[in-house]
Nanobody
């Protein structure tokens, strides 16, 4: 069973950047799809970006496309979410997750069974 531990996050001004990290233990990360999700107060958890386990294709939600980049370092069994040009709309608790979803499908939170502990990202001046 894979376990995920997150780091990164914090307070940043609009237009700034942050990088989130997610270290996996117990299993090679590239055995799984890796996803980043976020949940703002009063809102449902939404998908941000994912890497598919089969073809390593990347999915980005429309709200982050062109600003966020998902990546993995298999030598460190770590996933990253580089977030640039942040806005107040990006304020949320961010979660990494491991699971499986079909190639060319839109990943959903229910496709992921293992979750990190979450980390707060706050974008404010």
């Amino acid at each position: 069973q894979v376990q995920l531990v997150q780091s990164g996050g914090g307070l940043v001004q609009p237009g700034g950047s942050l990088r989130l990290s997610c270290v996996a233990s117990g299993y090679p990360m590239d055995n799984y799809a890796i996803g980043w999700f976020r949940q703002a107060p009063g809102k449902e958890r939404e998908v941000v970006s994912c890497i598919n386990s089969v073809d390593r294709s990347r999915y980005y939600s429309d709200s982050v496309k062109g600003r966020f980049t998902i990546s993995t370092d298999n030598t460190k069994n770590t996933a990253f979410l580089q977030m640039n040009n942040l806005t107040s709309e990006d304020t949320a608790v961010y979660y990494c997750a491991a699971g499986y979803y079909s190639v060319r499908s839109i990943p959903r939170a229910t496709d992921f069974r293992t979750w990190g502990q979450g980390t707060q990202v706050a974008v404010s001046s």
